[in-house]
């Protein structure tokens, strides 16, 4: 097995019927990126840029900001590289520190994400200006985090549009055409989703919150994650109402939450219509070896039969069959 996903590393991630799909990396902290080279992948769908802000008494300025993103491009060696502005707050915690999001009585509800950085627009802009500078020799896309309404996608553009100017003012270099999409990982989010694609490039769902805020159960307590279900209906219907707005609109849509690198989900993924998935390194051998063994027009009949079942309990049965296939 360990020989069989070795060999698969050169190899482009195709199904069976000769379907390319987009596998892409998460990188959470700079060493992801050394098992990215290793593995292989067609670039980075999502760059966390917390690990900047977090274990400091300060937040990092414009420059230092600047070079970190030019040194991740450079990595990536000309592979496109989504990077999320920042995702602070419930989960992210900036632990001993006055700067940065008060926790509240229920941080996960509470200023988090693109809530934060709309909060503090010097924060944001010094952010927008270092990525803006970053796209100038490079495919960068900027990604929203948390976005939970239009308006919100509609305010951070106009902040980039701010952001453009100020380094126009200056004479610096940027893209003018630099790529911004929005995460869905809110319910109301993904069930107006069409609306969010009229004002954005791309979208990426982020399940881990999804799945959080769909079934109201804490991703970090450990009381109540038997509960955490990536295959609910309710679950699967947001995932299904996303992909259909993104292709309505006509933009990419891709998977950056945990599930997009779990191999048990990638068949019933794929008979979503998902084609672009991002995942931590570790995992992308494994769901490559998934989809070089999968033939797309197989998975109709029972995709749609997962989709038009309602009860949680017949859901394992129906991955089991899925995953049975051939
Ligand atoms: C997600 O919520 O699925 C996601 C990718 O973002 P994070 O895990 O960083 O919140
Ligand atoms: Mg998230």
Redesign the pocket.
């Given at each position: 097995h360990v020989r069989e996903l070795k060999g698969l590393r050169g190899e482009p991630a195709c199904t069976l019927d000769g379907t390319r799909i987009q596998l892409l990396a998460n990188i959470e902290l700079p060493e992801d990126l050394r098992l990215f080279r290793k593995t292989g992948g067609d670039g980075i769908g999502?760059y966390?840029t917390e690990f900047l802000y977090m274990n400091r008494p300060d937040f990092p300025d414009e420059e230092e900001q600047y070079r970190s993103y030019l040194e991740i491009l450079a990595q990536a060696d000309g592979m496109p590289v989504t990077i999320r502005t920042l995702?602070l707050g419930a989960d992210k915690r900036l632990i001993g520190r006055e700067t940065g999001p008060d926790d509240g009585h229920n941080p996960a509800l509470g200023l988090r994400g693109i809530r934060y950085s709309l909060s503090e627009p010097g924060i944001f802009l010094k952010q927008l200006r270092a990525l803006l500078r970053a796209s100038a020799d490079a495919p960068l896309r900027i990604m929203l985090p948390l976005v939970a309404t239009t308006q919100e996608v509609l305010q951070a553009q106009q902040m980039i549009e701010v952001a453009k100017q100020s380094l126009d003012a200056r004479g610096q270099d940027y893209d003018p055409a630099i790529p911004v999409g929005a995460m869905i990982?809110v319910p109301s989010a993904a069930l107006t989703a069409h609306q969010i694609a009229r004002h954005v490039d791309f979208l990426s769902i982020?399940?881990?919150?999804?799945i959080q805020y769909t079934l109201a159960i804490d991703r970090v307590d450990d009381h109540v994650n038997y509960l955490y279900d990536p295959v609910h209906p309710s679950v699967l219907k947001l995932i299904s109402t996303t992909l259909q707005a993104g292709r309505r609109a006509g933009i990419p849509v891709s998977m950056?939450?945990e599930m997009a690198g779990d191999p048990q989900y990638t068949r019933l993924l794929l008979g979503l219509g998902l084609r672009d998935f991002s995942m931590h390194p570790s995992t992308l051998l494994e769901v490559k070896r998934v989809i070089t063994r999968t033939d797309l027009k197989e998975l109709g009949g029972r995709t749609r039969g997962f989709l038009r079942n309602t009860d949680p309990d017949r859901a394992p049965d129906l991955l089991r069959r899925l995953n049975a296939l051939h």
């Open positions: 999502l966390r995702d990982e982020g399940t881990n919150d999804l950056c939450g």
